[in-house]
């Protein structure tokens, strides 16, 4: 089993619908981030969270530390939003980075 | 600042011969990340720096692999010699702190990540 699991791996929505992409993981953690990495490859790191919630314009991200969780919203969709969405834990033990598989998001006009 | 700059962004090379990554950090941050992402294995995290000293390079995948980092504005990543599941897209990420156990985290741990390199070994 993966340590840090993401779901849904494909996400196609239409412009302006409510986005969610979820993030579970098993190991103990100093600091989640929300990488966004585009279809031309680059990527930009979007939160570092250690807990409660962020947001910045339309994405908010949230975390249960408890739960061993971790939530990126997207209100009011939008065609640009299309990207791979990477969840990234460091572990409290050893700094060790782990990430999740992605979450390819597709917003369609 | 231009950010993170890495070079090449692509490198086709044949089976056997040296790659050097290179990478140059945004001024004033303390570490340094290499990561490398493929299709199979998602982004790895290979090795990263703390003012220009290896700290922690347990994700480097075998003695091909060598990382060095000079000064506090360059950092190259070493394949010798290089085989075809090499192929990757490496990523370079600077930040300007790392704090871990030894205090709260903060925006000061956001990674930036240069554009990548895309090295093919044929």
């Known amino acids: 089993k993966n340590e840090v699991e993401q779901s849904p791996q494909n996400l196609t929505a239409q412009e302006g619908e409510f986005i969610t992409i979820n993030c579970s993981y098993s190991v103990g953690i100093s600091a989640l981030h929300w990488l966004q990495q585009h279809p031309g490859g680059g990527i930009v790191s979007l939160f570092m969270?250690?807990?409660g919630k962020k947001k910045h314009g339309r994405l908010i991200a949230t975390i249960n530390i408890q739960e061993k969780h971790s939530s990126l919203h997207i209100t009011a969709s939008h065609p640009r939003d299309s990207a791979v969405y990477i969840c990234a834990v460091r572990s409290i033990n050893n700094n060790d980075m782990r990430f999740g598989a992605g979450t390819r998001l597709t917003v369609k006009p | 600042d231009a950010g993170v700059i890495q070079s090449p962004r692509h490198e086709v090379t044949e089976m056997g011969q040296e790659v050097t990554l290179r990478c140059k950090p945004i001024s004033g941050h303390d570490y340094l990340f290499w990561y490398r992402q493929t299709m199979m294995r998602g982004l790895e995290l290979l090795i990263y720096f703390n003012n220009n000293v290896p700290i922690d390079d347990s994700g480097m995948p075998e003695d091909r692999f060598s990382a060095k980092m000079p000064n506090a504005s360059f950092s190259t990543l070493k394949i010798q010699p290089s085989e075809p599941r090499d192929s990757a897209v490496y990523f370079c990420a600077s930040s300007l702190k790392f704090l871990g156990r030894q205090g709260p985290t903060s925006s000061n741990e956001k990674l930036f990540f240069g554009s990548g390199t895309q090295l093919s070994v044929l």
């Open positions: 969270l250690s807990s």
